[in-house]
């Protein structure tokens, strides 16, 4: 540029003026549909009769979308194999194997994280497609093709229902292989015979052996004792479910080990190939037969998803040929109905479709004529990979742009030294390949950038001072090949802290910065990840303090819950649309207004990363948890430009969405970028009666490219029962899924209406269960507060929700504290929801090794849950409180020295110091244990959680305390006091 004269990193250079036009925000009218609940108009069904508030969890007409934003652990049947194939005597088969660790595998299959990949923004699953748009048979997608992929996200998935489908033509043989890959020749023997054409569905689609009618009602409660005797017949565990449970007479509620789904009515065969509960869920796992039955049961029908989670054992499929139906695009699954060898009746929409002769061939048994034994079949998690010759555009790197701010306050707490020494640590676990490109972006009051093209021999900074009106100095050297320019990264990662240490200046132009960010990252799309530590002051997205903190304790309405200004959602919606995920990382002492500020990372499918009172001296804590959740953020797993569909049996439709996305479809979400630590969930809707089925599936397909530069499609499939009788919604009721989706539902309601009326809605949703539960299924005349065994814990939870962050009130609350915490309910998988909902309490003093884990020689202990009240605890014991991010250790005052000395490294307990935040490695038995034990739980986990030793005569025992959601003590939020109120109300 002219005038442009770049110096080396060591100086402030040249200050650049504008020279191109500012940059756009698109239009309102580019926002597309509106998630989790806000801008759009939502209809507000009550719960029965009740005036109070309650969560929209009924249907209607319409569908509203969630803002928010599925891998199954079960290991898979059959023989893992690196590769199988045909006989000598025929071409190479299809390949197939169980990759560990989420997909990894030879060359051929390169890896599950990659480069953008070329279809872009607009296609979910491309190479499905090409067989439609060819005119051939559309049973089946072959990787084989070479038509053109259309350009838009509904007609490359596939999710319209066509009036017409061209009946299919005579699948040629194929006499070589596709890549390296093929599938071998058909013999005379197995050629595809005439089409079979039947939209139609018939009235049981279940007709063959083991798929048995699972309507049978369960035992009403006049009938458990004669069940519980044995002579019924009914399964022991169903009984269970329906035991009616007293709330107000029964106390020991908890199980002892962590409380696990309840498993779904079916035969065993179903059962044994269902998807895991941990990566794909129904808050009902027995499916009401209609609408009416759901709205009597006064529970949530929805989906918990967790997409891309890591996997030990996942089912990698290269074939030319992707079976799906011809009607609705549902992949084959193990829940389709094989009416012979040569059809198969779809499990969503019923149409009849035709084996492709390719998937006649087993390829592990290496045999023709058995598709019911295809890995396709076998398995509810399955992973496709696709060919690169069904992309919109060339394999893209893997991109990943560093957006740092270097204001005083950033420098004042020392967060910039350790990114970059953590970053220079981990540089070579960013997923990738050769390709992989890198960049970085620092910003106070002007955009700093910096030019790290090979043959330089150090990196230049070029600074743009004209915040009003951003471009790029330079296009071809600011995002560059890291193998190639790993050094000068070195030397500007090494020089980075120093640049500005002495820096006074306190502005931050935040918002410019973004869209700087977009402008470098939108020819590839990719990852950009801010580290902020203040307010935003300047420029584009300036915003001005809305916290006062003397409302911090305020009992009846919290404000500011959302943005300020739309400029974040707006700019996040372009960077979805370039296929550009953000990440935030806020490290602030202060207020921020992360409530704005996180709009940038919801829409793009984004993280947030929120270290409250960060200091890399006066907070070692917090400084040790954002080097751990760095460590992981920077290694683990990415999937760019993808998008995922939810497909639902035919009567069923989708209601809301919650999590980190953007609403492409009704049923279709765009994720800029997909990780293996979110999860989304999903409210459903029965729109038409399932009475003419015996089972209700689900299935999420998840396209994405690999930062290996491959395309590939993750399909999970989720089989249910339908039933007709109350009791058998009541029996498969998943107490912990339906929490979780009350837990979304309330933080939209906070934020599209008031924290009041969303608490009240779940105090009603309690009421309501315990209503209609007392009205039409109980026939036990007895006082009290009565429920099924498999709800016992719903009061608890929905009391431990009331005090959550998120939700509480008349406790002193930060706003970004607040705020995040609601974050954290939108992003966060099942697991850590319930731990932050519900901790999990312990004691640890007197561990034994009863029922302990075996793992690689180490001994760990597993001590049994214990209730969340005061009356749990003892001044001899030392207790461990697990609430997801944060472990306490309480120590009683009477602890005996031995545990002290021997686990805290200190002679006796008042040598304990207050502010202790570590368990020092000692190398004893008990010290040992401990530490096995806490690593056990800290690896069930993507996020790191610091730990604090609480003195039980310590002012911070407060924070220990709060989390005693079952405490019966005389206040006004004791568990006992809650009870009640649900009893008064549920006899009005």
């Not at 420029?539 to 304790?553: I, V």
């Not at 790191?944 to 005569?953: G, L, Q």
Request: proline residues 7%.
């Amino acid at each position: 540029m002219p005038g442009a004269t770049p110096t080396q990193t060591g100086a402030m250079l040249h200050q650049y003026g504008a020279a191109q036009s500012g940059y756009g925000v698109a239009p309102p009218t580019h926002l597309g549909p509106t998630v989790n609940g806000q801008g759009s108009t939502v209809l507000q069904h009550q719960l029965g009769q009740r005036q109070q508030p309650s969560l929209t969890y009924d249907p209607y007409s319409g569908v509203a979308h969630g803002d928010g934003s599925a891998d199954a652990d079960r290991a898979p049947s059959g023989n893992p194999s690196t590769s199988v194939h045909s006989s000598p005597d025929r071409n190479q088969g299809m390949q197939y194997r169980y990759a560990a660790n989420s997909g990894a595998s030879s060359a051929a299959t390169a890896g599950q994280t990659a480069a953008p990949s070329s279809s872009g923004s607009d296609d979910e699953e491309e190479e499905e497609e090409e067989d439609e748009e060819a005119g051939g048979d559309t049973s089946s997608s072959s990787t084989g093709s070479a038509s053109p992929v259309p350009n838009s996200y509904d007609s490359v998935e596939g999710g319209s229902y066509p009036d017409a489908v061209p009946p299919p033509s005579t699948t040629a043989n194929r006499t070589g292989s596709y890549g390296s890959y093929g599938y071998p020749s058909m013999p005379p023997a197995y050629q595809q015979g005439p089409a079979h054409t039947d939209p139609a569905p018939s009235v049981d689609p279940y007709s063959q052996p083991g798929y048995n009618q699972f309507s049978q009602p369960f035992p009403n409660l006049s009938q458990l004792s004669a069940a519980l005797g044995g002579v019924s017949g009914v399964p022991e565990l169903e009984v269970e479910a329906l035991r009616p449970v007293n709330l107000l007479q029964e106390r020991n509620l908890l199980p002892p080990r962590p409380l696990e789904a309840p498993e779904p009515n079916l035969s065993p065969g179903l059962k044994k190939v269902n998807c895991s509960p941990q990566t794909f869920r129904c808050t009902l796992s027995s499916v009401p037969q209609t609408q009416a039955l759901l709205n009597k049961a006064k529970l949530p029908l929805g989906l918990l998803l967790h997409p891309f989670r890591d996997l030990q054992q996942l089912p990698v499929i290269t074939s030319s040929t992707i079976v799906r139906c011809r009607s609705c695009r549902t992949y084959i699954n193990p829940f389709v109905t094989f009416l012979d060898q040569r059809r198969w009746k779809c499990n969503l929409c019923y149409r009849v479709n035709d084996v492709p002769d390719e998937f006649m061939y087993n390829p592990v048994t290496r045999s023709y004529g058995e598709p019911h034994k295809r890995p396709e079949v076998q398995n509810a998690t399955v992973e496709f990979i696709a060919s690169s010759d069904y992309m919109l555009r060339p394999p893209q790197p893997s991109a990943y742009l560093f957006v740092l701010d270097v204001s005083h306050n950033a420098v004042e707490s020392g967060y910039l030294r350790h990114f970059c020494d953590s970053l220079l640590e981990n540089m070579d676990k960013l997923p990738g390949d050769t390709r992989t490109r890198v960049g970085f972006l620092t910003f106070d009051s002007t955009i700093h950038f910096y030019n790290l093209q090979e043959g330089l021999s150090q990196p230049q900074m070029l600074v743009v001072s004209d915040i009003d009106d951003i471009f790029i100095p330079s296009h071809d050297s600011l995002v560059v090949n890291l193998k190639e320019s790993k050094e000068l990264v070195k030397d500007l990662l090494t020089s980075l802290p120093a640049m500005f240490s002495q820096s006074r200046e306190t502005h931050s132009a935040l918002g410019p910065a973004l869209q700087a960010a977009l402008k470098l990252m939108s020819p590839t799309g990719g990852r950009v990840t801010v580290l902020q530590t203040q307010l935003p002051t300047l420029g584009a997205g300036a915003l001005q303090s809305r916290e006062d903190p003397n409302q911090r304790t305020c009992t009846k309405e919290v404000q500011h819950l959302g943005p300020a200004t739309d400029f974040y959602k707006k700019l996040s919606l372009d960077c979805s649309g370039q296929q550009v995920g953000v990440d935030l990382f806020l490290l602030s002492s202060q207020y921020a207004d992360l409530a704005s500020l996180a709009c940038i990372s919801r829409f793009s499918a984004g993280s947030v990363f929120f270290y409250p009172s960060f200091h890399h001296v006066h907070n070692p804590a917090q400084l040790e948890k954002f080097q751990s959740d760095l460590k992981r953020y920077l290694g683990r797993k990415i999937g760019f430009e993808a998008v995922m569909r939810i497909r639902c049996t035919k009567g069923l439709s989708i209601h809301t969405f919650h999590g980190n996305f953007f609403v492409r479809s009704t049923d279709l979400l765009s994720l800029a970028n997909v990780n293996p630590d979110s999860a989304f969930a999903v409210q459903m809707s029965i729109e038409d009666t399932l009475a003419d089925s015996s089972l209700a599936c689900f299935q999420a397909a998840l396209l994405y490219t690999s930062s290996k530069g491959k395309r590939r499609i993750r399909v999970h499939t989720l089989c249910l029962p339908v039933v007709s009788q109350l009791s058998d919604v009541y029996a498969g009721a998943d107490v912990q899924a339906i929490t979780c989706l009350l837990a979304n539902m309330a933080i939209d309601r906070s934020v599209s209406s008031n924290l009041s009326d969303a608490r009240d809605a779940l105090v009603n949703a309690a009421v309501d269960m315990v209503g209609a539960y007392r009205s039409n299924v109980s026939n036990l005349q007895q006082s009290g507060l009565v429920v099924p065994a498999a709800m016992r814990l719903f009061p608890v939870y929905i009391l431990a929700l009331l005090k959550q962050r998120a939700l509480r009130t008349g406790t002193s609350t930060r706003l970004d504290e607040r705020v995040f915490a609601m974050c954290e309910f939108k992003m966060q998988p099942l697991q850590q929801v319930m731990r932050m909902v519900h901790p999990d309490l312990y004691r640890l003093d007197n561990m034994s090794d009863k029922g302990a884990l075996h793992l690689n020689d180490a001994v760990v202990p597993q001590p049994p849950l214990l209730r969340l009240s005061a009356e749990t605890l003892s001044r001899d014991g030392a207790f461990l409180l697990d609430s997801g991010h944060v472990f306490y250790l309480w120590i009683g005052g009477c602890c005996s020295e031995t545990f002290v000395r021997d686990v805290l490294g200190c002679p006796n307990y008042a040598s304990v110091p207050p502010d202790m935040s570590h368990i020092p490695e000692l190398e004893t038995p008990l010290s040992e244990r401990v530490r096995a034990f806490l690593d056990w739980l800290q690896e069930n986990r993507a996020f790191s959680s610091v730990i604090h030793v609480v003195k039980e005569d310590a002012s911070a025992r407060s924070a220990f305390s709060q989390h005693l959601v079952e405490d019966r003590s005389e206040s006004a939020s004791s568990y006992h006091d809650f009870l009640q109120h649900i009893q008064q109300q549920v006899s009005k």
